[in-house]
């Protein structure tokens, strides 16, 4: 983390001067983006917009304050490297259980009232990821996503008690979205307030207002099973209740076990009848007693006795999905979007596989950037387009995934004995359930994979895959993803070839120079005239010596360039392999040693391309394909 380059800066670093008039209790007449409702796809993107102080974010929320508990738990690998970029995933470690192992249990086939274990497996495979998988409530994750956005510049906070009403969009104007919304506080009667907005968002949720006003709907399998699901402090002697654990008990359902931190409490998801055609969950009037009987017939003979419930609920699977994620139309020709939806209001299934929170919070993480780098005159509207090309493609993946997984554990649920089968499919989808599966096809922010060879670790269309290494100025040990932050910027890293850095014919050199100085170098080109030189694409270096064999002096001028008012320098760009750990990043991610290469990293921590280090005209063209040329 840096600071003091403008100057010495007393107090808790993480949080940003405040640079605009702090927000009142009403709503402003107009603003650049509306958010709708303050679950984790709308908090994702109300924190990622609030890193910009020239971007004015509301979030309104229709409940009278923050959550407190229950729903989601589950985050992936994956989130937790978005939450890196946000700076409290170790926040998150601290707090969560981290789910290392998975267990199975059926009934036995030789006494088929008594359970016994089948199966038990790691559950995220070595190397996938520098982050656990972990379970933490939902709550906790709000709070943290709250945190950021109170320390922002904008000191952003949800607007609670805010109920939207309608919306009505211009075919023009500088804020084409109008939205009537109720405001309801409890000490005062609901009046109506009016926003008119650059582009809203909804994030509200399966019962979307935003999807509805849209003329969009979720279209999918009708839910006809249902599950109860409780958070609750038991007593059990159960061996495996800290563990994450399936259990298919013959005749009597099936149960899944999240354990849930602190050390005492554990989330319990119970199987209940099948829904006759068209009936819903709430009809059956389910009650708690009823939950809690059905699973301790189900952990017969073992004891489980329930001394507090903390948070309880029945839900129905069904997966639905709608066509796309914005209002625009799909001929190229219709007007671009503005209005967007993230999270349940455009995709829903069932919670089994801990994938909705995730996958709704990359919805967002992918169009905050966006809708950033278009407010900031830094992108032409058109990249808008590619939120719901990319979002929905992975929806759809995510669909289809739970409805084999939904379909494989009711298949065997009735079994008895070993169930090979489940375990296969729960392993060999590991990486779909750790979140680092999804991979975006090429396009104008996706390469194609010419030069894949060059960084075989390095997938491109796939998130970064960080590894280990070494900061040259201070011999710090760190992982190189994580010098990503949420702010927006593109990254671009450069391995180093097998010539030393100050060598003349070394062609990181060669580069690095032609990026310092060049006209057609895309961080002058796409910068303006007063920001710092990685204002817009922030590069670091790579090279393959031990950092005790180089001085940060050798380096290229671009790697250790001057910033912020006073010229300082910054000399946290250059890193080196962390050989004291056996950690060769050149190895571990399949560098080619001989020429190195340039891997370019989209601001949402995704592969956007992989370049020899001699090709700078390729690398011009991609970013004149995204970026707009700045004047001066």
Same mark, same amino acid.
């Given at each position: ?8 800066? #007393? ?15 009403? &709503? ?15 908090? *994702? ?7 910009? #102080?020239? !971007? ?13 508990? =229950?729903? +989601?738990?589950?985050?992936? @690998? ?14 998150? &470690? ?10 199975? $249990? ?19 495979? %070595?190397?996938?990821? /520098? ?17 950021? &956005? ?25 804020? #084409? ?16 307030? *009016? ?7 909804? @994030?509200? =949720? ?7 006003? &849209? ?37 009597? =359902? ?54 507090? *419930?903390? $948070? $309880?609920?029945?839900? /129905? ?23 967007? !939806?993230?999270?349940?209001? @455009? ?24 809708? +950033? +780098? ?49 375990? /296969? ?44 290494? !070494? ?41 690095? %120079?032609?990026?310092?100085? +060049? ?31 180089? %001085? ?29 750990? /056996? ?13 190195? @290469?340039?891997?370019?990293?989209? #601001? ?27 004047? =001066?």
């Amino acid at each position: 983390m840096q600071f003091h380059l403008n100057g010495f800066r #007393p107090g808790d670093p993480s949080i940003t001067p405040a640079t605009v008039t702090e927000q009142t209790d009403g &709503m402003p007449a107009e603003v650049d983006v509306l958010i709708v409702g303050s679950g984790p796809a709308g908090l *994702t993107l109300a924190a990622q917009l609030s890193a910009f #102080p020239d !971007i004015t974010t509301r979030l309104i929320e229709a409940k009278a304050g923050p959550m407190e508990k =229950g729903q +989601a738990d589950g985050v992936s @690998c994956r989130s937790m490297e978005m939450f890196e970029a946000f700076g409290f995933a170790h926040t998150v &470690m601290r707090e969560a259980y981290w789910v290392n192992e998975t267990t199975f $249990w059926k009934s036995d086939p030789d006494k088929t009232d008594t359970i016994v274990r089948t199966g038990r497996i790691q559950d995220v495979e %070595d190397g996938l990821s /520098e982050m656990p998988h972990v379970i933490l409530n939902q709550a906790r994750v709000h709070d943290m996503y709250l945190d950021v &956005m109170r320390r922002s510049a904008h000191r952003l906070v949800p607007d609670y008690d805010r109920q939207l009403g309608r919306v009505d969009v211009a075919k023009d104007g500088t804020h #084409p979205v109008t939205a009537i919304i109720t405001h309801s506080p409890a000490d005062a009667p609901p009046r109506e307030e *009016t926003v008119r907005a650059k582009y809203l968002v909804g @994030c509200d =949720g399966a019962r979307s207002t935003v999807r509805t006003t &849209m003329g969009l709907e979720l279209k999918g399998d009708s839910a006809n099973k249902a599950w109860g699901v409780m958070d609750v402090l038991v007593v059990t002697d159960f061996p495996d209740i800290r563990q994450k654990t399936l259990i298919q008990a013959a005749g009597r =359902g099936a149960l899944l076990i999240i354990p849930r931190e602190g050390g005492y409490m554990a989330r319990i998801y119970v199987e209940l009848e099948t829904l006759g055609e068209g009936e819903r969950a709430r009809n059956r009037k389910i009650t708690l007693e009823q939950l809690i009987s059905a699973a301790q017939q189900i952990f017969h003979p073992y004891r489980f006795e329930v001394k507090d *419930t903390i $948070w $309880w609920s029945v839900y /129905e699977i069904g997966q639905r999905l709608t066509d796309r994620f914005d209002n625009a139309g799909d001929d190229p020709a219709s007007p671009l979007p503005s209005v967007f !939806i993230a999270g349940d209001a @455009c995709h829903t299934h069932s919670p089994k596989a801990g994938q909705g929170m995730n996958v709704s919070m990359g919805d967002s993480f992918n169009l905050g950037w966006k809708l +950033a +780098a278009v407010l900031q005159g830094r992108a032409d509207p058109t990249l808008l387009r590619s939120y719901s090309t990319e979002r929905a493609a992975v929806a759809r993946q995510l669909i289809t995934f739970d409805q084999e997984w939904t379909k494989i554990l009711a298949a065997q649920s009735n079994e008895t004995g070993d169930t090979p089968k489940f375990q /296969e499919y729960f392993v060999e989808h590991g990486r779909y359930t750790a979140g680092v599966s999804v991979r975006y096809t090429p396009s104008a922010l996706t390469g194609t994979p010419d030069y894949q060879h060059l960084a075989t670790g390095f997938d491109i269309g796939m998130r970064l895959h960080s590894a280990p290494v !070494i900061r040259l100025a201070d011999a710090k040990p760190m992982h190189l993803g994580h010098t990503i932050r949420a702010d927006g910027r593109w990254r671009l890293f450069l391995f180093a070839d097998e010539s030393h850095p100050a060598a003349s014919d070394s062609h990181l050199a060669k580069l690095c %120079d032609w990026l310092y100085t +060049a006209p057609a170098s895309p961080l002058l080109r796409h910068a303006r005239a007063n920001e710092d030189i990685d204002a817009v694409i922030d590069v670091r270096g790579i090279v393959q010596s031990d950092f005790r064999s180089l %001085d940060l002096s050798e380096m290229p001028a671009l790697l250790r360039p001057p910033k912020g008012r006073f010229g300082l320098i910054d000399s946290e760009k250059a890193f080196c392999p962390n050989f004291k750990n /056996e950690a060769d990043v050149f190895d571990m991610r399949g560098i080619d040693r001989q020429q190195g @290469c340039m891997v370019i990293v989209r #601001p949402d921590q995704y592969v956007a391309h992989v370049l020899p280090l001699t090709d700078s005209e390729a690398l011009s063209a991609f970013f004149d394909g995204v970026l707009a040329e700045q004047a =001066g």
